[in-house]
């Protein structure tokens, strides 16, 4: 397939939902390369270390806009979307991250009562230099890795809030949703009704304090849809591994999710009997933590390509 | 501090708990080269494709012996017990794994009951040839990384199961606990009644079918008592990184424990702010899957040294 | 407030979702007698017997059919929606219960995963008769103990499947949702958008298959606006009790969630310091599990009326 | 068989441990009357509003001191122990309960860990008058509804502390281990080694702050040794109820447990046949929480006897 012009998508406004109920506001078609500009989490409202939350979120009513839904033209229902990352460019010189009160890893949260008191709230301000991400209170210098937070498609009837990861995808804060990678998605909808947004200069697993490097970018993605396959939960290849998100509460759910999902994949695509597959995926399969923070965390479970070869059709 | 010459221990009897209220099997020095000799997870009961485990098995009241205890000398309760691990090496040419009805990570067990029957038994046998494991089945030979399943401290007052992960180690089945890493653990008993065994050839991270490639092995560690000192939960170190080990149900339970406890070795050892040291794990975190199968998960959180250096002290 | 004449809401269509998207079905009043016309979970597929669900239910996209939105004047954002549930009338002679492959509190499902087959499929059916629930099979009569397995009103923002509970009700299938009981909702919407369905004939506490003793039925419902007060998960109020309703996994934090409500309306309505809210709730508080089974587990913790009298306003 | 005279068990030491490696404080008939004197879970250092734990509870190495292990005559592993609570007598004229910091269950805990700082201590002081708590500060009467938060044979092979509720009974914290009731556990050990302690004047539901009323005691209870049974957790019998108690976490995992085990109790004791059983509970099944603040979560499962008759043997 020829690829195309690249096609610039800019929003006019941003959506706080993974909705099928929503205007595309963009056609695209297959194989053509699309540059999609996205807001941060925090739709740019804190910018200095002393934009604590409480006062420079007061005025925002949901978090983390995404830019979509983008038609893609050829995607029916049924269908498996694959969002090739080809380039991740930030369009401004800092990210930040700050403590949100009552959300993050190590606090009780709206889902984990406590009575307790919240964490204070702080702000973190990493300066974007020369390939690496700076801050001076930490004295610290870590290397620009980015990648899409939350990358998705509409769901099957519902209307999902921009927070939560799932079986479309979503909030995953899941590293390798990043440039080289090519993502699988489950396709509920005529033209798959894409969204992206959330943009990570650089996370750790499972993003702890819930508020990876933000920043605001522009990433290029190639479409293509693949006719008469079928998926559940996402899916991701890089040039050596194979990876399945699972997103649920409690963690070990997610875990089961990703590594039955994995077991599925070799069955399917590589001809592999399933007790071999579990006998593999024991032996060599990677298990890590994307998210331990938002509505349902994101684990990943993966395989080296490598060791699929004796099996494959 | 010299290195003496080393001390072979070859247990008569196993124990299946991590006990103070057994005799120690040896005691051993400081800095000494011990050579610990262990059986693998089944007592060496399954050894062909036939051995099914309900079979195999069936004459096993306990599984998972362990070597030990040993005592170390100088160990005293409240320090910290580092144990170096030099070498393992196999003790025989063959590695084995295996479906157990009701235990394994894609299966409803004793803990998540279901009504539904078991999964159906099978045994992998894995040569030892040249580096690598071998299956015929599955036509694949993955690389020889072999590292402890269970290493373990008495607890303080209790007797614990060696098919038990927790404070005191044990049965973690965490692929860092390998040759070239030092694991910390707590000590709560003179001679701190050191336990080893369950040696694995190879994991993959969450031992999904709950059965690595389990093999009988000689382990060399060096052991040295670390005064002045207290920490909570099991430590590792290895070259370049810092990895605390949590382990609990919910797994989210075993990644807050973990993170929790590299917070506070960040805030203890290298005098790092909390709150600084919450955002650098956030930023640069690794949080992997040890185990998702026994009756706790071993969720391991990490850092790279290198970025320890500004606040180190 | 005068009662007026009773309103009845006969659906032509039902909603699978609780949605802000869709547009009321009915306008109603406060104060009034609403008699709300209800599908049962399958929308009456299943009939007999012989009506297993992998065929009974094949043709149907969606299940748990909701009546609504209805719209309730006078509810605007940040109200509170009042809902006394009047009576339920069964409008058929029969309720019918079954085993769904993979859903259930004792089989692993599309979000506990495992390997496992599903357990066998089958169908009770249950005759009304004089005010009891007969079944051949099990040779037993239940009394009718009737409520709403399903009552909400629209999210903000989002449009969640009607198999789902959450902070705006939902499919709580919480027993306590009867006759005689006032239901307290937050109001995120113009109207509130009220929706109901899934009427269970009786059910035990879990919901332990997953499918209670499932009935068409009318409800009648009176609604009140309350102003000037908020909440965030739902309350329930019978002749004695208090009751607030947590839905999230793992379990204990929807537990968590009703016993730090049921602290905080202690503190808002009843005068208590929280410190001995929270003690009040230790010695004489109520916890029981609604629902084992739903997309979230619903807890329901309680505390007797006459306990409070004390701090009372 | 003929009730003997009533013998008391006074003890010397407490055991803060269910192990089968202690020596028996006393050795009793079955059939007996057995009067056990108990320790509250603080061993008396908790005695005015001013004993803030931190201070009053500073020279306590382990809490929960148990009276045992009492050696029942006639008791074989693989046996079942009955134990009929006939009295519970106070010995002394008032209850506490307190917080105490990170323990609780609208706290984070050592196992749910975050950096937020404790909630306040507090003592409570309840008076027992005239069948009554009487607390001045919630100027408050509760009913004296006693049972034992503590009631345990020892494990097999395993010493656990007596903070756990497990498979052998122990910290389960269910306010139906309560006189007139029976509680069945199983046996592992020549006597069964019988624990009991933990004594409550009251509690609700998932004792919420992790302390219950407690008080120094005298239990009657009267041994029977079932023969050719053999059970795997926890059950007790009411006048009216059969009821399981599952001990895990997550909370949901207890709640499975508890349900399967009652779902095994109807096929093995009373003919019924499993999917049957399964709708039963289904449709009549009870499940509250015990404990939501030990270190595993404690449920009850029951049902009424009067369903089971139809297929009684």
């Known amino acids: 397939m020829a690829v195309k012009a690249p096609v610039e998508v ?16 963009a056609r695209v ?6 540059v999609i500009h996205c807001e941060d989490a925090f739709e740019s409202r804190i910018r200095s270390a002393d934009d604590l939350p409480s006062r420079a979120l007061a005025g925002a009513k949901f978090l983390n806009p995404q830019t979509g839904p983008i038609y893609v033209e050829g995607a029916e229902p049924g269908d498996v979307l694959a969002v090739r990352i080809e380039e991740i460019t930030p369009t401004r010189d ?10 993050g890893g190590l606090t009780s949260t709206s889902i984990t009562r406590t009575l307790q008191p919240s964490l204070p709230e702080k702000v973190w301000i990493w300066r974007l230099e020369q390939g690496n991400l700076v801050n001076d209170e930490l004295e610290l210098a870590l290397p620009w890795q980015p990648f ?4 998705a498609v509409a769901p099957d009837l519902e209307a999902i809030t921009a927070l939560s990861p799932g079986p479309f995808g979503g909030n995953m804060d899941v590293p390798d949703v990043s440039p080289g990678n090519t993502i699988y998605l489950p396709v509920w909808n005529e033209g798959a009704l894409f969204y992206t947004g959330d943009t990570h200069a650089r996370q750790g697993q499972g993003e702890l304090c ?38 649920a509460r409690p963690m070990e759910d997610a875990a089961r999710i990703a590594y039955a999902e994995l077991v599925g994949w070799l069955e399917t695509d590589f001809g592999w009997q ?3 597959a579990y006998q593999l995926l024991t032996q060599a399969g990677g298990l890590y933590v994307g998210n331990m923070v938002d509505t349902t965390y994101s684990l990943v479970a993966s395989v080296e390509k490598r060791y699929l070869r004796p099996g494959e059709p």
């Open 210 to 247: 819930g508020v990876a490097l933000e920043i605001t970018s522009k990433v290029t993605v190639v479409f293509t849809v693949i006719k008469g396959r079928s998926i559940s939960w996402p899916r991701i290849e890089s040039a050596d591994r194979l990876m399945t998100v699972g997103s």
């Open 94 to 103: 800092f990210a930040v991250s700050c403590l949100i009160p009552f959300f």
């Open 10 to 25: 800019i929003p006019e406004t941003y959506s706080y939902v993974f909705s099928p109920y929503r205007e595309p506001i």
């Open 274 to 276: 399933r007790e071999n």
């Open 29 to 34: 078609g297959q194989g053509q390369r699309v």
């Open 148 to 151: 899409m937070g939350t990358l």
